[in-house]
């Protein structure tokens, strides 16, 4: 089946970049999103990225993917505390049935 | 933008009662409801996924007659917890999908049951 794999934690000093990565296994997604989730909140998408594109920038935020290596990364550039959170990697597609499926979820810890 | 507005956001009750969560999306038609369940540091873990006017399509390991999901319009999706017992405390998070897909599938605000 489907499967979306991310790394568990990242810590990063303020104004540093962050990277989160995440592969996926399911070559016809048609969409990749990246949500966030605030503690006790529910989950808030960042942005998205249709599969044929391999780049789409977004203010701080830039989506790079790789479609040959199934590979998706978010960059977040000039990390604020404010950013600390969990960020979920997920793949969708078109159509009422598909389910999309999520990652466990990168705790991204930003410390002064 | 897209919203979906679930509520209680908390809610305490007591083993054997029963508890329900509405989701209702303000500005769009909701086509399909899915519901899932968040355990501490964990992922979110799909529970059932519902179409307008539809029976809900239940996952593997999800008792249908204790979370009873019912998805009567385009707007508005409640997840009744039936008979809760403590283990049924958790966080649970509805999100909705629309006609287009690219606005990806909006989520409500969660809801944290406990149940004592």
């Known amino acids: 089946g489907e499967d979306v794999e991310q790394s568990l934690f990242l810590s990063v000093r303020e104004g540093d970049s962050s990277v989160i990565n995440c592969t996926y296994t399911d070559s016809s997604s048609t969409y990749l999103y990246w949500y966030k989730q605030e503690p006790g909140a529910g989950l808030q998408l960042l942005t998205y990225i249709f599969s044929n594109m391999d780049m789409k920038q977004d203010q701080r935020l830039t989506v790079l993917l790789n479609k040959k290596d199934k590979h998706l990364s978010l960059r977040i550039a000039d990390t604020q505390t404010g950013d600390s959170a969990i960020y979920f990697c997920?793949?969708?597609?078109?159509?009422?049935?598909?389910?999309?499926?999520f990652g466990r979820g990168t705790s991204l810890i930003v410390h002064p | 933008g897209a919203v979906v507005s679930q509520h209680p956001s908390w809610v305490i009750c007591k083993s054997g009662t029963s508890v329900k969560i509405e989701c209702r999306s303000l500005?769009?038609?909701?086509?399909?409801m899915f519901w899932y369940r968040q355990f501490p540091k964990q992922s979110l873990m799909l529970m059932a996924t519902?179409?307008?006017?539809?029976?809900?399509?239940?996952e593997q390991g999800v008792e249908k007659d204790k979370f009873l999901i019912n998805h009567a319009s385009l707007t508005l999706s409640t997840l009744t917890v039936t008979s809760a017992h403590p283990e049924d405390s958790s966080f649970y998070i509805c999100s909705a999908r629309g006609r287009q897909s690219n606005y990806g599938y909006t989520f409500g605000s969660g809801t944290r049951l406990t149940v004592v």
């Open positions: 519902s179409n307008e006017g539809s029976k809900a399509t239940y």
């Open positions: 500005d769009f038609q909701a086509t399909t």
């Open positions: 997920a793949e969708g597609g078109t159509g009422g049935s598909y389910i999309p499926t």
